[in-house]
């Protein structure tokens, strides 16, 4: 029975967070503000570390963009496992940090977070200043690598996980390791062999060899990692293995045993599933208000209406970005003004064209989705943590609240324009998401929005498929449209907000 299957969810979530909590008792951390501003993350070694009375080699973590220091969570809990200390940072534009991100592949903007980070290995008695490793993902490897080419004497070892692009110093990098996934895509395959080569001096070098020589600090290693592609990387045994056996030869003495698991990956899955369960199962407040009456065209015509709006969106969009800069320039959030402008302007003509829906109370429906969205932003946010940071910094939280007002008629249209009738024509809304989320890509090829409106693009795709399953279980029970449509816009303007770079 429903209840039956509520409460044994619950009991599920309370037991996958207080495995979480426990999971990391066995490491020391503490979250930290560094000299330039950084939030920043510092992984010790616990209690039930071995005893060692010399200084720990520091790692510090970098993560890509779109990302934050929640997104190299279990890479460093691994490796402080192995006996690293390891600082994972907020990089700028991301996460928690007040500044903007500022970073072209060519300069050395972010040279103050580096310094900042070699400042905790010189203050603190327990971790040396001489053994330093940078280690970078995506856009965090190709600033790990320049940054090793241009202060090498404060680095000891550079590993580069997916660099997207090649990052060039007047210095050679130091015992340099390049890893990528073999699911990675071909440009990012390919752009690792081409700057293995290069910092190895050669046209060309084999994987899983090293050249060069690992004590005079010129060692140079390229490796594949069967199994593992973009999304799955940062949370890979396999690709930590060959991270810490790289970090055992260049900074510390080899040990036998090998990458240690990260155990809160298996609690926040289970408390994900059974998260899952428990919402699905959860009583939804009918709708006070008697749903509106149907305007009299057919399905295939709505579906074709909504198309029509998107492409009018699309022109109008594309015309203010080309001649004025576009209309939401004022909006940080890069990639989100273009989403948020095609969404918000389209959803507001279908909204006006497809029908506004019933007229329920509007305190009530508000109330209502807050109060749904406030139990998936606990929910998912914690139980999300080892995998990424969801919860935002406070610079945040006025541009994600004005997002999901600009997104609000997006979703007002999908559930009082689209969503009628029986469970059988669920296909609707569904449809006319899909067509919103294709429309990005197809605007980008013609020239109409710019490259960056697909930065987020496989995060919206998710995103979509769980709102929607959300909101077809939120109409067949009866639910205020208002209120799905609201939670549904505040749902996608946190993900977007927490993890988009700000400018």
């Not at 720990?56 to 200390?85: C, E, I, Q, W």
Request: hydrophobic fraction near 50%; charged fraction near 15%; aromatic fraction near 8%.
């Amino acid at each position: 029975m429903p209840a039956r299957w509520a409460y044994t969810a619950a009991a599920g979530v309370l037991v996958a967070l207080v495995g979480l909590a426990s999971s990391g008792r066995d490491l020391e951390t503490r979250r930290l503000t560094l000299q330039s501003g950084a939030p920043a993350v510092l992984h010790l070694p616990g209690d039930g570390a071995e005893p060692t009375e010399a200084a720990r080699p520091l790692v510090v973590l970098l993560h890509d963009r779109g990302g934050n220091s929640g997104a190299m969570g279990s890479l460093a809990r691994r490796l402080a496992r192995s006996g690293y200390a390891v600082l994972s940072l907020d990089l700028p534009g991301h996460g928690r940090h007040p500044e903007g991100f500022a970073y072209d592949g060519l300069n050395r903007s972010w040279g103050l977070e580096f310094e900042a980070a070699y400042e905790v290995a010189a203050e603190r008695r327990d971790l040396d200043a001489e053994r330093i490793a940078l280690v970078g993902y995506g856009l965090g490897a190709s600033a790990a690598l320049q940054e090793a080419q241009w202060d090498p004497a404060r680095v000891a070892s550079v590993a580069a996980i997916s660099p997207p692009h090649a990052a060039e110093g007047p210095y050679a990098a130091p015992n340099a390791l390049v890893l990528w996934g073999a699911g990675d895509a071909t440009r990012v395959r390919r752009a690792g062999r081409e700057i293995g080569a290069r910092l190895a001096g050669r046209t060309q070098i084999v994987a899983d060899r090293t050249y060069g020589d690992l004590a005079a600090g010129d060692a140079v290693r390229i490796s594949e990692v069967d199994g593992v592609g973009r999304f799955n990387a940062r949370y890979s045994r396999e690709l930590a293995e060959r991270l810490r056996d790289w970090l055992d030869a260049t900074l510390a003495p080899k040990s036998d045993s090998g990458a240690p698991d990260d155990p809160a990956l298996g609690w926040s899955a289970a408390g994900l599933l059974a998260a899952l369960v428990l919402l699905w199962n959860l009583p939804v407040p009918r709708a006070a208000a008697r749903a509106p009456a149907p305007d009299g065209r057919s399905r295939l015509a709505r579906l074709g209406t909504w198309g029509a709006v998107l492409g009018v969106a699309a022109a109008l969009i594309g015309a203010a970005t080309a001649f004025g800069g576009g209309p939401l320039g004022f909006l940080p959030l890069a990639p989100a003004r273009e989403i948020a402008g095609l969404w918000g302007v389209a959803g507001g003509l279908a909204w006006l064209v497809l029908g506004r829906g019933a007229r329920e109370a509007r305190a009530f429906s508000s109330a209502q989705g807050l109060l749904t969205f406030g139990v998936a932003y606990a929910l998912f946010g914690s139980l999300l943590a080892p995998w990424i940071d969801l919860f935002p910094g406070a610079v945040r939280l006025g541009w994600t609240a004005l997002l999901a007002l600009l997104l609000l008629p997006h979703f007002s249209a999908l559930e009082n324009g689209l969503r009628e009738g029986p469970l059988a024509a669920a296909w609707l809304p569904a449809a006319a998401r899909a067509a919103a989320l294709a429309a990005l890509p197809l605007l980008v090829w013609l020239g109409l929005l710019s490259r960056g409106a697909l930065a987020g693009w496989p995060l919206l795709l998710l995103v979509s498929a769980a709102l929607e399953v959300f909101a077809a279980r939120w109409a067949r029970a009866g639910g205020d449209r208002r209120a799905s449509a609201l939670a549904q816009a505040l749902g996608t303007a946190w993900i977007l907000g927490a993890l988009l770079p700000l400018e």
